[in-house]
């Protein structure tokens, strides 16, 4: 099991942009304001593909090297 508990560059940031993509597409049903929910579909699609790549990029939990395993 990993030491960082998913604490990772990936993770935080695929998790801040869906959370910030789903709070947009709420506001826009509620608000009856289409472009609001489209750029929170867009948002959160970029969060899913951001965390992929940050993954790949070596900065997500298999990437995570702690100062006392070396």
């Known amino acids: 099991m990993s030491d960082n508990h998913g604490q ?3 993770s935080w ?3 801040i942009l ?4 789903s ?3 709420c506001l826009g049903m509620v608000w009856s304001m289409s472009w609001m929910w489209i750029a929170g579909i867009v948002v959160t699609v970029g969060g899913i593909v951001a965390w992929i790549a940050l993954e790949k990029a070596g900065k997500g939990a298999k990437g995570f ?3 006392s395993h070396g």
């Open 65 to 67: 090297k702690s100062a």
């Open 18 to 21: 869906i959370l910030v993509g």
């Open 8 to 10: 990772s560059t990936a």
């Open 13 to 15: 940031t695929g998790t």
């Open 23 to 25: 709070l947009l597409i």
